[in-house]
């Protein structure tokens, strides 16, 4: 298969991907983000791991600004997520601006959502030519050579409904890549996969670890986390409680709620 290389948007500075200073978030009276602070450094497999509820979700939906925070700082590449700083005030950016900062930034959600009455090709050419207003024919082009990485080359007139759950989720994740993002948000993306099709999942997003991508992966897969990552983060209840080396966290965590977790879920 051939590398991704060239659709992947490289970092436009020397600042981690993503850095969160403070990061909260809060649904009416319900705290559920209490002071995030974390750095994806480019080129990262970061996995973020923790119980049901504890903020991960909510955490990945800040970063590209579905979500806005209620206190701290975020960048994304070295940009404020959502807003511009002018000496020490903030001010929000306009709807146009937040799109833009968020095209750079694909998501793969644990539901593929594909739209259902295109075929993979169409899924995957859609974006381009909606949002970035590129002509068909490299939309085209493009979106073939991603079905061609992601093994699906031979399905492009395929439905979704022709398609398995690992097939779907695979041409979701060349849908996000048409976009050439920067950073790739991957939310449980094989939660909602039967047990044989998690693999040909993984392994696509294993080689787009190995082709460089900046990734921020929220798994129950910590056979993946412990191969393919290089940072892993236990989150409960809307704090970072550990953070390490995923073979560091996963074989020797060092406090109560992450053994009480891992004991669980390993
Ligand atoms: N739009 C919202 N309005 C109100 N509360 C919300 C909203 N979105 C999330 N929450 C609450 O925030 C908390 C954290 O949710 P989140 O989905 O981020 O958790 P999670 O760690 O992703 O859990 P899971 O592993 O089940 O996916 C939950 O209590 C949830 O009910
Ligand atoms: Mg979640």
Redesign the pocket.
């Known amino acids: 298969m051939s590398s991704l290389a060239k659709d992947i948007t490289p970092p436009s500075s020397g600042a981690p991907m993503v850095k969160a200073e403070g990061v909260h978030k809060s ?2 009276l ?1 705290h ?1 983000l209490k002071g995030i602070d974390l750095e994806v450094l480019p080129r990262e497999v970061f996995c973020l791991i ?10 990945l ?1 800040c970063i590209n600004h579905l ?1 806005k925070i209620s206190a701290g700082r975020l960048y994304v590449d070295g940009h404020l997520v959502g807003y511009r700083q002018h000496g020490d005030k903030l001010y929000e950016l306009k709807e146009k601006e937040v799109a833009a900062q968020r095209r750079d930034i694909g998501m793969v959600f644990q539901r593929f959502n594909l739209f259902p009455h295109m075929t993979a090709l169409e899924n995957v050419m859609e974006a381009p030519i909606q949002v970035k207003r590129e002509s068909r024919a490299t939309a085209r082009e493009r979106a073939q050579r991603l079905l061609d990485r992601v093994g699906l080359g031979d399905r492009a007139g395929h439905y979704p409904s022709q398609l398995s759950g690992g097939q779907q989720q695979r041409v979701a994740i060349a849908r996000a890549l048409a976009m050439q993002p920067k950073l790739m948000l991957f ?2 993306p094989t939660s909602a996969l039967d047990p044989e099709l998690v693999g040909e999942v993984l392994d696509v997003m294993r080689d787009l670890a190995e082709d460089g991508m900046t990734m921020i992966v ?1 798994t129950h897969e910590m056979g993946f986390a412990r191969e393919v990552g290089d940072s892993l983060v236990f ?1 409960d209840d809307g704090v970072v409680v550990e953070s390490g080396h995923p073979r560091d966290v996963l074989t020797n965590p060092q406090h109560d709620r992450t053994k009480s977790f891992l004991s669980k879920v390993l």
């Open positions: 649904f009416g319900s559920i923790g119980p049901s509820g504890s903020g991960k979700s909510t955490f939906r979500e939310d449980e929220v989150m």
